[in-house]
């Protein structure tokens, strides 16, 4: 199993790197475009469908799972773990087990879209013609790592005050 959550870890690290280039991308991109707009009275056409169709999805998506793993996601805790007492392990798991559900349909459905626009050779007519399979991949690829990552936390033993609230 540690040979199993090494490898997890560093295809999360991967895909958070990926994530965090996209959002640095935007940003060099949105600024180029204005600076290209106010020196030189020209846009840089392609930013804004690259921006949207491609850059966007992977900022939301490719880090969740890191983030997950690291326990740095938003989380309202209206009922404290203690509550449940000694079963807080339980309800962890049943916890862990609906979103693994919720992010396997998530995986599945996108796949299959994204799937269908790769076979399709589906593109978006634009400044540049987008292939969209390549912008749908980063939502299946994304939630199927946090979804290997939720169902391996079930596996892993924590007790009651040190497991944190999902």
Known sequence: MERFETILKRVEDVLHVLGCAALVLIAVLINADILGRLFFRTPLQFQFEMVEFYLMPAVATL????VFRENG?????????????????????????????????????????????FQRDEVYFGIIDWPLGWAYLSVPL?????????????????????????
């Not at 994304?142 to 999902?166: D, G, M, Q």
């Open 63 to 66: 880090s969740l799972s890191r």
């Open 142 to 166: 994304a939630c199927s790592v946090l979804t290997v990552r939720l169902l391996f936390e079930i596996t892993r033993k924590r007790s009651a005050a040190s497991a944190p609230a999902l």
């Open 73 to 117: 996601h938003l989380c309202l805790e209206f009922i404290s773990p203690q509550t449940f007492g000694p079963f807080w392990p339980y309800v962890r798991i049943f916890m862990l087990l609906c979103s693994a559900a919720f992010f396997g349909a998530v995986s599945y459905m996108s796949g299959r879209f994204t799937l269908q626009a």
